[in-house]
């Protein structure tokens, strides 16, 4: 028996899959609603029989490992309606960050193009209706799904109400796990029928790039075609907005880093007025903000959002000057209570502190400092925990310090964020090594253990101390490091 939200959703999907009014704009291809509802419908009889034959009440947990394009979405898509959980494996990773990643997802079976890494034990077991192959992983028991630290990635049975359909690393600290997000069915349907106003809905057919490689372009893909919605991907090789938007394009969405990108190249001075580009990061510099509204045309837009709430706040364009660091006002169902904690920051004034979020579908603590100015605009004064954002990427210590410890030479180690004032903050990590072993080679090999391992996430500068700085309760003091 299907859960009811994911049977609200496949209902949902038959409903508008063949009614959309534009096709989908595709590199310049024009491609046909008609044609993605077949190629779904066939790649989820496929799914069926791959996935599901043998253990009919167990769902199991996929991994996508494939390059950009049409094929990986319809899969996905599929995935979904079929309620199976899916995970992104960027294709370009490393074995080691593969087997990393496949492992903390509790992945069962694997899709892409390459045989999988040898460092895990994978069996291929055929090919899907887009013609990529699967692989079963040997090494996946049911007794070990689903159960380190409450998180539920796999093993899943059919008739549970609210069944994960989508897991990737991201930014936010809701997760069971940090550096972990999933989103279940119930979850997938609340945003597909908009049922709580987003900053996003005012953009109806955005430009956005073919990748596929990340938790937010892919889930933006799917939830806009499970709304029977369109948009435009352009080569974001030379840059997104490079090249002539078209006219029935009006919005897209970036991060802080990419917007100084593209206006180092010159690619923002030139659009239309009146195009939106929504940034959904804790903290958009002033810096940033004056630019782009002196020497643009186009419209920025701010929200502060944590990883399964969607956005909580809206920054207008209107607004976008009006106070430093603003992450805009509370959306109409959320409210912002501070906590009394010792987690406190006094900065310009304010008085930066943790607080429970309620919105309309949870409440929840996300371990962010943060303010309230007199006008009622949220300032954003960065993350109380450990847990740190790199160019919009979550990183927790805990993550490196674990791949550290795997060098038999390191008795001990500590890895942290080091304030960016571009990046947010950057991995940093440091070490002490057992007597018999010499540093210089124990950094070396650190330094390509982390990686083949960690990929983006390895520390960006890894240093050797006598001795790593401790509280009276024998935790490590991170934001010593920090400072």
């Known amino acids: 028996m299907q859960s009811k939200s994911l049977q609200a959703l496949q209902d949902h999907w038959r409903k508008h899959a063949t009614r959309a009014k534009t096709d989908i704009d595709w590199l310049g291809q024009k491609v046909k609603w008609e044609w993605i509802a077949e190629q779904v419908e066939h ?9 599901l034959d043998k253990q009919k009440d167990i769902i199991p947990a996929v991994g996508i490992s494939l390059p ?11 995935l979904a309606l079929e309620g199976i959980p899916q995970a992104i494996l960027p294709f370009h990773a490393l074995a080691g960050e593969q087997t990393a990643l496949s492992r903390r997802f509790k992945l069962t079976h694997l899709f892409g193009e390459a045989k999988p890494p040898a460092t895990q034990s994978w069996e291929w077991i055929g090919s899907s209706g887009q013609g990529i192959s699967c692989w079963r992983c040997l090494e996946a028991t049911q007794d070990d799904l689903g159960k380190e630290d409450g998180y539920r990635g796999s093993g899943l049975r059919v008739e549970e109400e609210g069944a994960i359909l989508l897991m990737g690393t991201t930014s936010g600290t809701t997760s069971g796990r940090p550096g972990l997000i999933q989103l279940n ?14 900053p996003y ?22 939830l806009h075609l499970l709304k029977g919605k369109n948009f435009v991907v352009r080569d974001d090789s030379e840059g997104l907005f490079s090249m002539q938007i078209p006219d029935d394009c009006d919005g897209s969405f ?16 030139r659009h239309r007025p009146g195009f939106l580009i929504i940034s959904g990061a804790d903290r958009i510099p002033m810096d940033l903000r004056q630019v782009i509204s002196q020497t643009t045309c186009i419209q920025l837009g701010v929200t502060y959002a944590t990883s399964q709430t969607g956005p909580l706040t809206w920054l207008p364009p209107e607004a976008l000057l009006d106070e430093t660091d603003s992450v805009g006002w509370p959306l109409p169902d959320v409210t912002i209570q501070p906590l009394v904690t010792d987690n406190k920051r006094e900065k310009n004034g304010l008085s930066f502190t943790e607080a429970w979020i309620s919105t309309s579908n949870k409440s929840l603590n996300p371990g962010d400092l943060l303010s309230v100015s007199k006008s009622g605009q949220v300032i954003f004064g960065g993350r109380a925990n450990d847990v740190f954002l790199f160019n919009s990427i979550l990183i927790s ?8 410890r795997q ?40 330094e390509t253990l982390c990686r083949d391992v960690l990929g983006i996430r390895r520390p960006r500068k890894l240093g050797s101390m006598d001795a790593i700085p401790k509280g009276q309760t024998r935790k490590t003091l991170r934001r010593e490091f920090s400072r």
């Open 43 to 51: 790649e989820r009889s496929r799914l069926r029989i791959l996935l």
């Open 68 to 78: 950009d394009g049409l094929e990986s979405l319809i899969l996905g898509l599929a």
């Open 185 to 198: 069915s119930q979850r997938v349907l609340d945003l597909v029928l908009e049922k709580r106003w987003s």
């Open 201 to 222: 809905s005012l953009i109806t057919r955005p430009l956005l790039g073919p990748g596929m490689q990340n938790w937010s372009s892919r889930t933006m893909k799917l």
């Open 254 to 269: 970036a991060t802080p880093s990419l917007l100084r990108k593209e206006l180092a190249k010159g690619n923002l001075q």
């Open 397 to 404: 210590p805990y993550e490196i310090e674990d791949v550290l």
């Open 407 to 446: 060098h038999p030479g390191v008795e001990d180690c500590a890895a942290f964020g080091a304030h960016s004032e571009r990046f947010g903050s950057v991995p940093m990590a440091a070490f002490t090594a057992y007597p018999d072993w010499p540093e210089a080679m124990i950094h070396a090999e650190l």
